[in-house]
Structure formats: C-alpha cells, structure tokens
C-alpha cells in the first residue's frame, strides 16, 4: 500500500550511460515531482507535472528528461551519466499544483562511477 | 527568488526537553509552509502543511507556526523523545507546489 514508489532504490552505473528511475504515485494525485538531493544533503526540485502537462522544469542540463506516460508515473530518464549527477533523486506528489501537502518517496540513490 | 534558512544546523537536547527549530524566507509571498521529517538513509515524511491563510497547525507533540509578515515559521516539540532524532526541514513553496527547502537542523535527543 505503498503511496509513492520509486524503482530502483539504488543505482551504480558507469560513466557515459544512459539510465532510468521510475515513479508511481496511487494517491490520485494530479501533480509529481523530482527532486534531487546532493551531497551535501540540499533538496532542490527538478521537475513538476500537473495533469502529464510539464509545468515546472528548473535549471537542469538537458541530459534529464522527464517523461509522465499518465497521471500516476512520472519517469526519468537521464542521458550520458556524470560524476556530478551522484546523488538522491526523490519523486514527490500532491493532490493539487501548489495547494496541497506533497508526499515523498523513498529516494533512488545514484552513484556514477 | 525565495529562500529558506533554518537555524540552528545542529541541536543536541536531554530526553523530555521542549524544544523549537526556526525556519525564515525571504518572499512573504509563500503559499504553504512545510515541515518534514528524514532519518539518515531515508526518505522524507511530511510532519505539517501550513497553508497561506493559516497560522499554524499541531499534530500530536508538533506544533507549527507561520508568520509570514516576518518571514517566519517555528517547528515546536514537546516532550522530546529519542525517536525524535532526525533531521527536520522546512519548505516554502509558490503557486506552482515548487518547494524550496532550507538546509535542515538535525536534531539528536538523548536519553
């Protein structure tokens, strides 16, 4: 019964490779998000989508794409792994764009060697 | 641009004691306030949501404040319990649900 699940939990992949993390919210949420928590444990957003529509897409290096086949899924899929995209992805939702509490999943840990 | 500091980074405290984490942003144009809760190696769990017309909000031994003409929101818990140790962030977030997160106190209650 769990409400946000992420696949996988941990990831080691070479450099160079092109990877992807899933999520799958069964809240009913209207709106997902990534996340990415760094070293230095700093969350900061990534993505958002609202209704598969993509509404937030920060400052993040075009390697990273998000893909939301419905409103329950929201993958991504990142493109010529770097050192530097080490870290903690989580996905989050919430029943409403910018209204409503937002619930976590329990993180995808990258490491790219 | 909004951010979020919370103070202090670290905060060690004998089991029972009450105790306050303080979280302040820099745009009072916040819509909601949240307080989460992580253990190390975890993910994060949602404590309290303060929405923009409320000014705090309680949930067992957690009691939250906003106040968002000084830019300020206090995380209150009574009667501190070992289980308690974690870190604990805040996050301010916009119209659109981006949520800009503080640094996080991590706190450590001992028995």
């Known amino acids: ?113 | 641009k909004q951010e979020v500091t919370q103070i202090p980074a670290a905060l060690s405290v004998p089991e029972g004691e009450n105790l306050v984490l303080n979280c302040s942003f820099t745009d009072s144009a916040i819509y909601n306030l949240q307080w989460f809760r992580q253990d190390p190696g975890k993910g994060l769990t949602s404590l309290l949501l303060i929405q923009s017309s409320q000014r705090e909000q309680t949930s067992g031994r957690l009691n939250a404040s906003l106040d968002k003409s000084s830019g300020r929101s206090t995380l209150y818990i009574a009667a501190s319990q070992p289980g308690d140790s974690a870190t604990y962030l805040c996050a301010g977030s916009g119209n659109t649900g981006k949520l800009i997160f503080g640094q996080g106190t991590t706190l450590q209650v001992k028995p």
């Open chain 1, 1 to 113: 019964d769990t409400a946000v699940s992420q696949t996988p939990k941990y990831l080691v992949t070479q450099m160079g490779n092109d990877k992807s993390i899933k999520c799958e919210q069964n809240l009913g949420h209207d709106t997902m998000y990534w996340y990415k928590q760094d070293s230095k444990k700093f969350l900061k957003i990534m993505f958002s989508y609202n209704n598969k529509e993509l509404i937030i897409n920060e400052t993040v290096p075009n390697r990273f794409s998000p893909k939301s086949p419905d409103k329950a899924h929201l993958n991504l899929h990142i493109n010529s792994l770097e050192l530097g995209d080490s870290a903690v992805y989580f996905c989050a939702s919430s029943q409403r764009q910018g209204k409503d509490e937002q619930f976590f999943g329990p993180g995808t840990r990258l490491t790219v060697l």
